[in-house]
């Protein structure tokens, strides 16, 4: 049991407790606390798979500023304790036992497709950890149109959310 | 090391919890984080393929979901504010004007 | 022993998060008297004397009566998060730690080579970054769960006044990462070997100086330091996002903002100050420099033993002595040449670190506060123009000079 086979189910069990806890919440400020926690360990697991700057980009951005994001508008409105719906019987008696069954299906064929097989870690098919320069010279040579439209679509975001959000005066 | 089967299962059983938390929450800010948490099981998966075939294509396109993700936070929470203003509820069951 | 040879890397890791730990925590106590007795003397008075030799146990003594407070939690308090903010809050201050190198040297502990860092990453910077980044979920969070309304204003303020000043930061740390050209630290202190002239390193602050200046406001302003520490101030009076806290809570968001303090002065000292590089130059001239942290050492042993023999107070009298014969074993020991390469980075940077600190403290003591509406303005209308303004100039440079 490698130390990477270990730190990838310690924090594939944090996400998927995480996810759980998502939608189990009662209050919404503990669910944005769990999706941080999934957005954490899914950070942790960028790192395992040799994409560092992706790693500290999505802790930046998503966890660090869109989540805190999620935490202010929540307090602002106050978002009290969530109500308890009934789940329909049809959910529970039929949906479980569905998704387990997709969840066992892909898995079969995932296994089916890649095997068991783990990318070889030494020699010419090794993969390169990816290094930022090498991101940063694809971003802008072959990707810098749509990295151009995105600036231009985070202006609108911003403009957009300016707008909406004033109150009628 | 992992083999990527793995990262793949993860990423679907995320990405299931998430239509899930879609399908059964009250809350529109729940409802959000639960399609954020959709974005990011999708995320894993692009960056696993990417590890796969050891190309860097897949964490562009990582990069460009989060930057996407962020614009649509920004001006999906203040609709969020603008309904909850109006409606004064924050049930997506009490924004129900054009109901039939 | 068998787990010791099988995991060497593992053991070394422990032995040196355990050698930082201890010295950030002596750190961090030993900060918060120095800034009393700095506050104390800019305001013509004498600060903690009492309690231990010229106030050098007041730090123990306020541990003690931390730990010994009783312990309130307010009852509507949301538990969860009430818990969780003073702990995030210190975990991710002393985290940052891991990321900071001291030296350039190549040290070898139990047999094993290796660097002077808790954990040499080629995306330092960012994750640095990062990782500062989620300590705002301590501040809002502890403000909210209060279940109150002054903490819960206090906390959205302190953590509105850290998101606005964070992009600032950031964005006029750019500067000096397109004159470096990488994430990692030993690359950003590498490019600023060298001299000018035979005499002027070439440390980022010669052509950075507007980067300089705004990383330190920024770095105060999301440190939550005067000048810009309002929300936990102004509401001293009334509350602040830590009022509810009290004993062990209340200390740990107190070491966590001493932590923050020095991570950030860390930082500005790798980033611009040179980090582990003398000021002199290396050449055969200069070779005396290298004697320069035993002769610091040695002279401050004997102005130690001097000054205690001299000294009123009878504690003074006993255990100042000591002191000084101690630092004078530890300069000899500066002098023997095993350690003498080592030593000279660590000293370099401590030496930076602690005049950053120093900065820091002289501030608090000599400005009055901004008020909240000026310091948001400040940070979006000012700031941030004139750190875009230095990346874009900074660009425009670096592409000249490219051609």
């Not at chain 2, 099981?41 to 294509?57: G, H, I, K, P, T």
Request: overall charge neutral; aromatic content about 12%.
């Amino acid at each position: 049991m490698s130390i990477a086979m270990l730190v990838f189910i310690a924090c594939g069990v944090m996400a998927v407790v995480g996810a759980i806890a998502l939608i189990l919440a009662r209050e919404p400020v503990h669910s944005a606390l769990a999706l941080v926690l999934v957005m954490i360990s899914l950070a942790i697991l960028y790192l395992l798979l040799g994409a560092a700057f992706i790693a500290a980009i999505q802790i930046l951005v998503y966890a660090g500023a869109i989540m805190v994001l999620f935490v202010f508008v929540i307090m602002l409105l106050n978002a009290g304790e969530e109500v308890r719906t009934n789940v329909s019987r049809l959910a529970k008696w039929v949906g479980l036992p569905l998704g387990v069954f997709f969840l066992a299906e892909m898995t079969y064929s995932l296994f089916r497709e890649y095997g068991n097989r783990v990318a070889a870690t030494t020699g010419a098919a090794a993969p390169v950890p990816a290094s930022t320069q090498d991101l940063s010279i694809k971003l802008f040579t072959e990707f810098v149109l749509p990295f151009e439209l995105t600036s231009i679509l985070i202006l609108i975001a911003v403009l957009g959310a300016l707008v909406l959000a004033k109150r009628e005066s | 090391m992992v083999p990527i089967s793995y990262y793949l299962i993860l990423s679907a059983v995320l990405f299931g919890l998430g239509v899930v938390g879609f399908v059964f929450k009250r809350n529109i800010i729940t409802i959000f984080m639960a399609i954020e948490l959709m974005l990011n099981a999708v995320n894993l998966a692009f960056v696993a393929f990417s590890r796969e075939f050891n190309q860097l294509d897949g964490l562009i396109f990582v990069f460009f979901v989060i930057v996407v993700a962020a614009a649509e936070a920004a001006v999906g929470l203040a609709i969020v504010m603008v309904i909850a203003r109006n409606r004064k509820s924050l049930n997506v069951e009490d924004v129900n004007l054009m109901k039939f | 022993m068998e787990f010791v040879t099988h995991h060497p890397v593992l053991v070394v890791s422990l032995i040196k998060i355990a050698i930082a730990l201890f010295v950030v925590m002596t750190a961090l106590a030993y900060l918060t008297w120095f800034e009393r007795k700095v506050v104390a003397r800019i305001q013509s008075r004498w600060g903690p004397y009492w309690v231990g030799p010229h106030g050098l146990l007041q730090p123990l003594a306020d541990g003690i009566k931390f730990l010994f407070k009783e312990d309130i939690v307010p009852p509507a308090a949301d538990k969860l998060s009430y818990v969780l903010a003073p702990f995030l809050a210190l975990a991710l201050a002393l985290t940052t730690l891991a990321l900071i190198p001291i030296g350039p040297a190549t040290i070898s502990i139990l047999g094993q080579p290796t660097q002077l860092v808790i954990s040499h990453s080629n995306v330092a910077l960012i994750l640095l970054f990062a990782i500062s980044s989620i300590g705002i979920y301590a501040v809002v969070l502890a403000g909210w769960s209060s279940n109150s309304k002054y903490p819960l204003m206090g906390g959205l303020r302190s953590s509105a006044q850290m998101i606005s000043y964070e992009v600032s930061l950031t964005l006029s740390v750019v500067g000096v990462l397109l004159i470096a050209g990488s994430f990692d630290f030993y690359d950003i202190v590498g490019g600023q070997s060298g001299h000018w002239y035979h005499s002027i390193p070439k440390w980022h602050i010669f052509p950075q100086i507007l980067g300089f200046i705004c990383y330190l406001t920024a770095a105060i302003a999301e440190t939550n330091r005067v000048p810009f520490d309002l929300p936990e101030a102004e509401t001293e009076l009334v509350a602040g996002f830590h009022t509810e806290y009290s004993s062990f809570k209340f200390a740990m968001f107190f070491m966590a903002e001493y932590a923050n303090m020095i991570t950030v002065s860390c930082l500005a000292t790798l980033l611009f100050l040179g980090g582990w590089l003398s000021p002199f130059p290396e050449t055969g001239a200069w070779r005396w420099q290298l004697y320069l942290p035993a002769a610091g050492l040695i002279i401050a042993g004997i102005g130690l033993i001097v000054g205690g023999l001299r000294g009123v107070q009878l504690s003074a009298k006993l255990v100042f002595p000591v002191l000084g014969i101690v630092c004078l074993g530890v300069g000899y020991l500066c002098t023997l040449p095993g350690v003498m390469p080592v030593i000279q980075g660590p000293f370099w940077f401590t030496a930076k670190v602690f005049f950053l600190l120093f900065f820091y403290v002289w501030a608090r003591g000599t400005l009055p506060r901004f008020r909240y509406d000026q310091l948001m303005s400040f940070g979006w209308k000012f700031l941030l123009p004139l750190s875009l303004i230095n990346l874009v100039v900074t660009s425009l440079v670096v592409v000249l000079r490219l051609r």
